[in-house]
């Protein structure tokens, strides 16, 4: 929230000393953080008020302008240096002065091109003469431009340093002052503006009520509440009011306000001080409900009265209502939303934007001022669920002062009043009871114990009734003094003693807490299951693949997507209550939803060789989960509370999960790329599983998402843990991946942590290379075949790896040839190529007798 020092301090009895850096500082030592301090302007030099005599359009060039004559003073008034220049400029143009003998007697005119359009003949502007420095060393001077000398700049409140609005320049209402006056003064240029952000649980500090309140605690000086005003007696209701959603609101007022001139200015002070807080300026009815807001806290809307038909009623919407709002945006309402209705349907969506059908126009002269108190909740899911994050929503969402209501419209109606010659009908419509806010008692002492800090006797009391509280003393049998504190009704985040020690505590200031912390005792290091996790990490990083962080959650119709049947177990996910994004409300039963998000989404933004992985955590519920109890905060769970939570908590084992598209191996001057295959997902699990001490058996499988003549399953030993392949086609085309997408995922914790790794022997006596290429059945795992090799050939084989596979006419139908690289090495002599030979004899003798095999010749 911006808001400008000067209108802050009207309400604080602050000395002459107090600078706008004091109350910055004030605002952090009491938790309210500060975005910015900025001073206005600075402008130099002559700036004053002007009344435009008289514009002559030029329109003989591409761009439209204006040649305006501005009165700026008296006679005399205007620097004689200034005149000269202006002589010097205009002594090779046509003699343009002959128009002086009909400018208005007593007052100096200057001739001055602007482009705008927002201003006529008679306007009141401000205008900076030649010699002026405005904002950001931007120096005024007459100049030649258009054929005509623009003595000086008509200025907008953007070029002045008083806030963002360009779209035209800056015009003042009638009467504010006269051309020639002083608009340095005038435009409190001397100004100060603070932007502050309250934490979402201090609503009441989104308001100059609210702000002037806490700088009035930090500073310890008197405060002048701008809600304490005369609010006489009601003479009947304003306009009939029926509330049916008493939940969604507990209090209406309403003030009627007739013969109001709508079309009158605000005034400049009014227009200032919202400019200055970042609020536009659009006509005096909505410029004094935002007024209102600013300085109460408390959010207004304004009706037409002429355009309400029949009674107000404040409900819950109907299925398949309505309403366009002052945005022009028609939006089809939720059961949800609450909102205001008369006989013609829906005219406002409360708390959040009024509807067009009831707008307030130049021919609005009877209007209804509302101001209500909407249940905070209601108004956060309506605003988020149509987008529509107005200054009022955000304000009830974080809760407003429901004894503000009648404050509120009361003020409205006398500025109404005064600046728009409006009457106050006598009549005042309040339905709705609001209950006091409950009491809070808690020891004295405890924010001293909080803190470790023996603050000073009174203290708790006194910092508790500067907050608002009505606050009581009393002492139990045992001797025990407590305070009962019955928070203001601005307050309803005080509910518990945490709280009210919190109010103490940061009144008190956060900086005489001390901050001695205790010493932390030695670590332990990594555990083993840390250890392999980030051994896995950096295996797969050094193989290539990048490591993402997806987003944790999914929506359900990523099964479908997948193709998984109605009963597969990864359709069983725990819903999360309060999601990130509404469509994404499940926790993920496997990795790869997330991760193919993530690689879509590179894709999509033009990467086309991409391999990613991802190590997480998946969550496996139950199918009959256990509930989760509630234990109370007062005492410590008992063993028995703690197991059933443990109980309850579903398992939650750490994935390892990788996917790939594109080139594999990536084209250069060495020659061509090769694309990724469902061989490069199987290799992909084989540095896992190297760094986490074990070795994979792979088999041929069949689950979705992948294809099935190229999946395979991961096992270690006979159990398994995880599946590698390429996905199939309909998923890939389902979720917009590339073809021939192919992906891996481990369950890590599934994987044993060995006991202890065996250091690697090396050898220092020289290997025996030979090769053996096998006839084989179509059918055989290859894994299993090399398994039979490596038992068969003994302790001599150090490392067997299949290089060739070949199927055709040369090894018959069914058959296939497998050639195989066998590395011999003895550990303790130099192995002879006969003792080579008779290892790969044997292994070849071992595989023929278990699976058929044969030499291939």
């Known amino acids: 929230m911006r808001v400008a020092v000067s209108w802050l301090t009207q309400h604080l009895g602050l000395g002459e000393d107090v600078t706008p850096q004091d109350l910055a500082d004030a605002f952090v030592r009491i938790g309210i953080e500060v975005d910015d301090l900025s001073e206005l302007g600075p402008v130099t030099g002559p700036l004053v008020v002007g009344r435009v005599a008289e514009i002559e359009e030029l329109t003989e060039f591409k761009k439209p302008v204006r040649f305006c004559r501005v009165e700026v003073g008296e006679d005399g008034s205007a620097d004689a240096a200034d005149d000269d220049l202006t002589a010097d400029l205009t002594a090779d143009l046509v003699d343009e002065d002959d128009e002086d003998d009909d400018r208005p007697s007593g007052y100096k005119t200057r001739g001055i091109i602007c482009g705008a359009r927002n201003f006529d003949e008679g306007d009141l502007v401000v205008v900076s003469l030649p010699g002026a420095v405005l904002p950001g060393g931007f120096e005024i001077a007459a100049r030649k431009t258009y054929g005509r000398v623009s003595d000086g700049m008509i200025c907008s409140a953007r070029e002045l340093g008083l806030g963002e609005e360009h779209s035209g320049i800056l015009v003042l209402p009638p009467g504010t002052a006269s051309p020639g006056d002083d608009a340095k003064a005038l435009l409190g240029l001397d100004d100060t503006v603070i932007e502050v952000t309250p934490s979402p649980d201090r609503g009441y500090a989104l308001s100059i009520r609210g702000l002037a309140r806490e700088l009035s605690n930090a500073l310890d000086v008197p405060f002048g509440d701008p809600a304490q005003i005369e609010i006489p007696e009601a003479e009947g209701d304003a306009w009939p009011v029926h509330i049916e959603d008493t939940e969604g609101c507990r209090r209406f007022v309403l003030r009627r306000v007739t013969g109001l001139d709508a079309t009158a200015p605000s005034p400049w002070w009014m227009r200032r001080r919202l400019m200055l807080s970042g609020i536009r300026s659009i006509s005096l009815a909505v410029d004094v409900t935002n007024y209102v807001m600013l300085e109460l806290g408390h959010p207004l809307h304004a009706f037409a009265t002429s355009s309400v038909k029949g009674d107000l009623v404040v409900r819950k919407a109907k299925p398949g209502e309505k309403l366009t709002t002052l945005d022009d945006v028609e939006r089809t309402l939720d059961a949800d939303d609450v909102i205001i209705a008369d006989d013609s349907g829906v005219i406002s969506l409360a708390g959040t934007m009024g509807g067009a059908s009831t707008e307030i126009t130049p021919d609005s002269t009877d209007v209804l ?142 900086d005489s807490i001390p901050s001695t912390l205790p010493a932390a005792p030695a670590g332990t290091g990594l555990t083993d299951v840390q250890r392999r996790r980030r051994t896995v990490s950096r295996a797969l990083a050094e193989a290539g693949y990048v490591e993402v962080l997806p987003f944790p959650f999914i929506a359900d119709s990523v099964w479908d997507a997948f193709g998984l049947a109605a009963d597969d177990v990864r359709r069983n996910t725990l819903r999360v209550r309060n999601p990130l994004e509404a469509d994404k409300d499940r926790m993920a039963t496997t990795l790869l939803p997330g991760l193919l998000e993530t690689l879509q989404r590179n894709v999509s933004r033009g990467f086309k060789d991409v391999s990613l992985f991802h190590i997480g955590q998946v969550v496996l519920p139950a199918p009959n989960p256990l509930r989760v109890p509630a234990p109370g905060v007062g005492h410590r769970p008992a063993d028995d509370e703690l197991a059933l939570l443990e109980a309850a908590v579903p398992p939650q084992p750490v994935h390892v999960a990788v996917v790939l598209t594109g080139q594999r191996q990536r084209a250069g001057w060495w020659g061509s790329g090769e694309a990724a295959a469902w061989t490069d997902a199987v290799e992909a699990a084989r540095p896992v599983a190297a760094a986490a001490g074990v070795e994979l058996t792979v088999q041929s499988a069949d689950l979705l998402p992948w294809h099935p003549g190229r999946c395979a399953q991961l096992r270690v030993g006979d159990w398994p843990v995880g599946h590698a392949g390429e996905l199939h086609p309909k998923v890939v085309e389902a979720l917009g991946l590339p073809p021939r997408t192919v992906a891996m995922e481990l369950d890590l914790d599934a994987i044993p942590l060995p006991e202890g790794r065996p250091a690697p022997r090396i050898s220092g006596y020289p290997p025996v290379l030979l090769d053996v290429a096998l006839v084989a059945d179509a059918g055989l795992a290859v894994a299993e075949l090399a398994s039979e090799l490596r038992d068969g050939a003994g302790e001599l084989l150090e490392e067997i790896s299949l290089f060739d596979v070949y199927q055709g006419e040369q090894v018959g139908e069914g058959k296939k040839s497998l050639a195989y690289k066998l590395r011999f090495r003895a550990p303790d002599r130099t192995l002879t190529v006969d003792e080579a030979t008779q290892a790969r004899d044997a292994a070849v003798t071992a595989v023929g007798k278990r699976f058929g095999v044969k030499l291939r010749t």
């Open 369 to 510: 001022l509302e101001a209500a108190h909407w249940d905070p909740a209601a108004i956060s899911r309506t605003a988020r669920r149509h987008k529509l994050f107005s200054e009022a929503a955000k304000r009830f969402e974080r809760f407003t002062d429901p004894q503000l209501c009648a404050a509120a419209v009361e003020l409205a109606a006398k500025l109404l009043k005064q600046y728009g010659d409006g009457g106050i009908q006598p009549g005042r419509t309040d339905e709705g009871v609001v209950e006091p806010l409950p009491p809070v008692t808690m020891p004295i002492s405890l924010p001293d114990q909080v803190a470790g800090v023996r603050y000073k006797p009174g203290a708790t009391a006194h910092r508790l009734q500067q907050v608002g509280c009505k606050v009581k003393l009393s002492t139990s049998d045992d001797g025990v003094s407590s305070v009962t504190a019955t928070p203001p009704s601005w307050r309803a985040d005080l509910v518990q003693p945490a709280d009210l020690v919190e109010e103490v505590l940061r009144l008190e200031g956060y």
